[in-house]
């Protein structure tokens, strides 16, 4: 998990970047950086020394040159091109999601196998479950958000395994296991929230016993 | 994190044993379990130890007996109340999750600040957001999704603290911090997909490189 923790932090700061850029600053200290991503800052400029990203302790970092080398790094120079297999209400809803437009993520199509879902008209389009494997193909797209029901999720997975998509981010509430050719990021709404109701109700048993 | 992760681990073993009861099951052993959850039965066996869940290794554990357990550790005796604040796409997809109702949470209602979208008649309703102290209290509910856009995230999780909210789950494309009043736990969907195509990516080049 600490290669993903890296990147996750690098990808954060990089978001970071973009929005300070947008704010018309210049220069940023590593402190600050750490600071809006929520870590330390020791720890930001370790996973930076990992990639030989080099700043001056005192002069900071310059945002454009730092963020052209997590670009780089990240492989974020171009859009991030991902499609959505089953379009129900959590589908739907992340076809126009828009916290996707500022982090350079592109929603090219949905599908279902719902004949009342299809509209190829639609931006982004919806088209049955059968075009998958040929836009897949065409767009060269090896990334895709799974959002069907818990019955059919992982039938559709091996079927976009099969087709040729190497990361799936599952939104379907049961857990699926990746595999050689693929990596599985689950979304488990229910798990989140009952891991903070856990610490919720521990924090105030704590408060309880101190007399609070 | 370990802690954490470690209460995580009981939550996804509760939700596969759970599955197990229903299949008509009655027995379990560590290693089918670990199986399920996707971890080393060790690593099972280690958090049982934690929470002093003792099974005969070779006799496996009554799936009754471990479920009443871990319920009681875990606070799952009892539905797990939450509510939504924001009721755009995203928010309005999650009051009808259908993973919700197996792994008992309940959505008691929903907020929003748009007029067109309030419906106390709705199930579950939706509310102005004037109303979310009322409902808070009198449900007596201690953790809320926050579904609202970006611009308007921070000033109404602030809201929501001072109201008495204690844990936030963010789907909001902004991440927020915590306090020591209020865990958050940041759902940043943007950077899961940059996360997936990051490794993905890799794993392609590691293929070229290796000639397959």
């Known amino acids: 998990m600490s290669a993903k923790d890296t990147i996750s932090r690098l990808l954060r700061c990089r978001a970071v970047l973009e929005k300070l850029k947008l704010l018309g600053m210049v220069k940023v200290y590593s402190d600050n950086l750490a600071a809006a991503v929520g870590v330390s800052a020791a720890l930001v400029r370790k996973d930076f020394s990992i990639f030989g990203l080099t700043g001056h302790r005192r002069g900071g970092y310059r945002i454009d040159d730092l963020l052209s080398q997590l670009n780089r790094i990240l492989g974020r120079d171009q859009p991030l091109k991902v499609l959505i297999v089953g379009c129900g209400k959590i ?28 509209n190829p008209n639609a931006v982004p389009p919806v088209y049955p479950m059968d075009d998958f494997e040929r836009v897949m193909n065409a767009e060269q797209i090896r990334v895709a958000i799974l959002a069907t029901p818990e019955n059919t999720a992982a039938h559709v997975a091996e079927r976009m395994i099969m087709a040729g998509i190497r990361g799936i981010l599952n939104f379907a509430p049961i857990p699926l296991k990746g595999g050689p050719s693929c990596l599985v990021q689950n979304i488990d709404i229910a798990l989140e929230l009952e891991n903070l109701y856990y610490f919720v109700r521990l924090g105030e048993a704590t408060e309880e016993r101190r007399g609070k």
Do not use: S
């Open 91 to 118: 589908g739907t809803a992340l076809m126009n999601y828009r916290g996707f437009g500022t982090q350079g993520v592109r929603i090219i199509a949905g599908f279902d196998v719902d004949p009342e879902k299809i």
